[in-house]
């Protein structure tokens, strides 16, 4: 047995309550391991700690669970009769048989030694304030990304002088187009007619660029995209339609026009706001654009964004205040935080404890690109972008030797980073404002559907960006950010491809199996042929397969074809994808 491949810690994604009465415990082991069980009970059901009394435990077996790339997971829910945890791990490989307590791995010999204090793991006490609790509406929502200036134009009379011709070609970093609120009011039908249930919107507040992620007043919609009152108007038009709506909050930094940083430059030290940021030489120079001299700190290397010092009482209480604002007086179901790992937990803490009590099912998603645990304990984000997803995805399909148990064990991880309640409501993409198109990215429309059937049938909340629907090209940031080609979608240029993702939401709403967290991946016979079955209790299955090798695949009997691109008589071509009933 490879000890080095056991691990558990008593807390984070491994030891967690599901709920006021169930505990979760998982523990990581080699593949050898052939059987896992929980020796568990209450930490005083022999006396208190420390007593002469021999603490001993009720034992059951452990569920395998994901398989990673080294290591298999094995899971169990328990009910701790007084809400306190105790216990250990018994670990079978074959014949060989150890135990596994916080302080490592005992031997039977080492078991039976007289007097022994092993030092068992320790789930203290499930305080319901504790309990990891997310919107329970987040994962039966389908969400869709705007970038406002690029969606529609709804209301010319808003146009700044300098807006350009509206055309779906490459864009450059400093046009703007004249999207705006009354558009996205005006396309709401469109909206709800692809079966969309969310929308998330890009910054909308005052700023003088064209992605307003350089705010320069959070409490004044840009006069580009509207004022509160089209704002209101679009909140209540989509909630009427059964559509949530999402802000992008971008607290991390602020905009160089923003009255306190404006307060700073003018008066220095002596400024009230002085310590809202990070400011570590004056005089202060703010012509230079780049902060690599450490001059303040800001946004990337950005001197046009000065990062906001969320430790500070003043910062925290002005945007408790302002948030408060935004769920009182617009009614908005989420908010998303920009480069949410940079601003700090006490930050986020502070601010759930007042927006839950005004909103309790109000969603807060963080922009995070790794491993976020520790943003998602239940008292900060309820949950964050899946990045991890998304690179598992792109890595699969543009690697050739990547096989597909590799890409089960990837996908696996990305799973396993947090606790189930914050899977349910990962927020899954392919693309976004930041990064090129999914249809530019990979090149073929069988590669675009088959990532697109991956999105719509894994665990969590999945979010298309604007224009996905017809497959938009566009390379890196801004060529991401281009014109949404009204003309001929309303023509029915992009009939097909509309139709087509509008049939991948609709089964992700009817086959409730799509969204379980139970995914039993198969082995297809082909390393670069992926296939999985989804299953829910009470639902039917459904399985899916994804050909990304060079050759045609038999496809196995199926009771009902879903969706189906590049199947030909039975037959899964190269780059084809599929998903049916069984």
């Given at each position: 047995m490879e000890y080095g491949l056991i691990s558990h810690r008593?807390?984070?994604?491994?030891?967690?309550?599901?709920?006021?009465?169930?505990l979760e415990i998982e523990i990581k082991t080699g593949y050898e391991v052939t059987e896992v069980?929980?020796?568990?009970?209450?930490?005083?059901?022999?006396?208190?700690?420390?007593?002469a009394e021999e603490w001993s435990g009720e034992t059951v077996p452990m569920k395998p669970g994901r398989e990673l790339e080294y290591q298999k997971i094995w899971e169990i829910s328990v009910k701790p009769d007084?809400?306190?945890?105790?216990?250990?791990?018994?670990?079978?490989?074959?014949?060989?048989?150890?135990?596994?307590?916080?302080?490592?791995?005992?031997?039977?010999?080492?078991?039976?030694?007289?007097?022994?204090?092993?030092?068992?793991?320790?789930?203290?006490w499930m305080n319901p304030a504790?309990?990891?609790?997310?919107?329970?509406?987040?994962?039966?929502?389908?969400?869709?990304?705007?970038?406002?200036?690029?969606?529609?134009?709804?209301?010319?009379?808003?146009d700044p002088w300098?807006?350009?011709?509206?055309?779906?070609?490459?864009?450059?970093?400093?046009?703007?187009?004249?999207?705006?609120?009354?558009?996205?009011?005006?396309?709401?039908?469109?909206?709800?007619?692809?079966?969309?249930?969310?929308?998330?919107?890009?910054?909308?507040?005052?700023?003088?660029?064209?992605?307003?992620?350089?705010?320069?007043?959070?409490?004044?919609?840009?006069?580009?995209?509207?004022?509160?009152?089209?704002?209101?108007?679009?909140?209540?038009?989509?909630?009427?339609?059964?559509?949530?709506?999402?802000?992008d909050a971008v607290f991390n930094h602020c905009g160089e026009q923003f009255a306190p940083w404006q307060d700073v430059v003018e008066n220095g030290p002596e400024s009230e706001y002085y310590d809202w940021f990070f400011i570590n030489q004056w005089p202060l120079d703010t012509k230079k654009h780049d902060t690599r001299d450490g001059r303040y700190y800001s946004f990337a290397f950005a001197g046009g964004m000065p990062k906001l010092n969320t430790n500070h009482p003043g910062v925290i209480a002005y945007f408790k205040d302002l948030c408060?604002?935004?769920?009182?007086?617009?009614?908005i179901d989420g908010i998303r935080f920009d480069v949410g790992n940079e601003v700090s937990h006490l930050f986020l803490k502070e601010l759930r404890k007042v927006l839950k009590k005004i909103k309790p099912e109000v969603f807060l998603l963080g922009e995070i690109w790794h491993d976020a645990i520790a943003w998602l304990g239940g008292d900060e984000y309820d949950s964050v972008m899946n990045y991890p997803l998304v690179e598992s995805i792109h890595d699969f399909f543009n690697d050739e030797n990547r096989t597909a148990?590799?890409?089960?064990?990837?996908?696996?991880?990305?799973?396993?980073?947090?606790?189930?309640?914050?899977?349910?409501?990962?927020?899954?993409?392919?693309d976004s404002h930041d990064t090129e198109?999914?249809?530019?990215?990979?090149?073929?429309?069988?590669?675009?559907?088959?990532?697109?059937?991956?999105?719509?049938?894994?665990?969590?909340?999945?979010?298309?960006?604007?224009?996905?629907?017809?497959?938009?090209?566009?390379?890196?940031?801004?060529?991401?950010?281009?014109?949404?080609?009204?003309?001929?979608?309303?023509?029915g240029t992009y009939d097909e491809r509309i139709n087509a993702v509008r049939t991948l939401i609709r089964l992700r709403k009817t086959k409730k199996a799509c969204k379980s967290e139970k995914i039993i991946w198969q082995n297809t016979g082909h390393a670069r042929v992926i296939g999985y079955r989804k299953e829910m209790e009470g639902e039917p299955a459904v399985e899916v397969r994804l050909n990304a090798s060079k050759e045609k695949v038999k496809l196995p009997e199926c009771r009902e074809m879903l969706f189906s691109y590049g199947v030909e008589n039975g037959w899964l071509m190269p780059d084809g994808v599929c998903i049916f009933s069984v």
């Open positions: 008593a807390a984070l994604n491994e030891c967690y309550a599901l709920d006021k009465d169930h069980l929980l020796c568990f009970g209450d930490p005083f059901s022999a006396g208190i700690l420390g007593g007084y809400k306190r945890c105790k216990y250990y791990f018994e670990i079978h490989a074959g014949e060989e048989c150890v135990y596994f307590f916080e302080d490592g791995v005992y031997t039977k010999e080492r078991m039976e030694i007289p007097g022994r204090k092993e030092q068992c793991f320790i789930f203290p504790d309990i990891n609790e997310v919107p329970d509406w987040v994962e039966d929502t389908v969400w869709y990304q705007i970038f406002p200036d690029r969606f529609c134009n709804g209301d010319a009379k808003r300098y807006v350009k011709e509206w055309k779906c070609e490459k864009t450059e970093y400093l046009d703007v187009y004249g999207g705006d609120l009354r558009g996205i009011r005006k396309k709401l039908s469109y909206i709800k007619e692809l079966g969309i249930t969310g929308i998330y919107l890009t910054p909308i507040f005052a700023s003088d660029s064209n992605h307003k992620y350089n705010t320069s007043d959070y409490y004044k919609i840009d006069p580009a995209f509207g004022d509160e009152e089209e704002l209101k108007a679009l909140v209540k038009e989509a909630h009427d339609m059964g559509i949530r709506i999402m802000l408060s604002y935004w769920l009182r007086e617009w009614d148990g590799q890409f089960s064990h990837s996908v696996n991880r990305c799973y396993s980073l947090y606790m189930k309640q914050t899977n349910r409501v990962l927020f899954n993409l392919l198109r999914l249809f530019t990215r990979v090149g073929s429309l069988g590669r675009f559907y088959g990532q697109l059937a991956l999105l719509f049938t894994m665990e969590g909340s999945p979010c298309i960006y604007y224009g996905t629907e017809i497959a938009m090209e566009g390379g890196f940031d801004p060529d991401c950010r281009r014109c949404m080609p009204w003309n001929e979608i309303e023509s």
